[in-house]
């Protein structure tokens, strides 16, 4: 399956906990003041890979604590975006991804991924709302949200670093 990336980071350390695979995904219809990846908003920008060379190398590396879908918007490639999660997933690894929609907006065909996904950055950037001291995320209303136990417990469950 082919997807459209921005661009890839084989170790990351900020885009989210520990050592982390980051998907740049292409194509954002947001565009918000202030994006800090303006250049992942063209729909027809960056450039196709073929899913199986991005889990080849997710694969390759040990050190990995897990990936990260970003972009850009993750859901505007849902099933792309799937088959990387659940490869990640069967080799062990936790799949964080950040989306500009708000948890209780998510669309109904981002179901399959949110079963492999854990932890959710939602809501989109706002400018005003800006925060340099937060972690993982660059506006206040936007939440790190641990998706299984949101899902045991029928109500948002923030994620933590203690426990997380």
């Known amino acids: ?46 450039r196709l890979v073929d899913t199986a060379k991005i889990i080849a190398k997710i ?25 990387i999660a659940c490869a990640a997933k069967s080799f062990g690894l936790s799949v964080w991804c950040y989306t500009g929609y708000n948890f209780e907006e998510l669309p109904h065909d981002a179901e399959p991924l949110l079963e492999n996904i854990d932890v959710l950055i939602d809501g989109a950037f706002i400018e005003r709302l800006r925060d340099l001291d937060l972690q993982f995320r660059g506006s206040r209303n936007q939440r790190i949200i641990d998706i299984k136990k949101t899902r045991e417990q029928n109500k948002i469950v923030l994620w933590s670093e203690i426990g997380g």
Do not use: W
């Not at 694969?59 to 799937?82: F, V």
């Open 1 to 46: 399956m082919l997807i459209r990336i921005a661009g890839l980071v084989s170790e990351s350390y900020v885009d989210g906990d520990g050592i982390r695979f980051a998907i740049f995904m292409q194509g954002c219809l947001r565009r918000c003041e202030g994006c800090h990846n303006p250049e992942t908003h063209a729909l027809d920008g960056g």
């Open 59 to 83: 694969k390759k590396n040990p050190l990995l604590d897990g990936i990260t879908l970003t972009g850009g918007e993750p859901l505007l490639q849902i099933d792309a975006a799937n088959e």
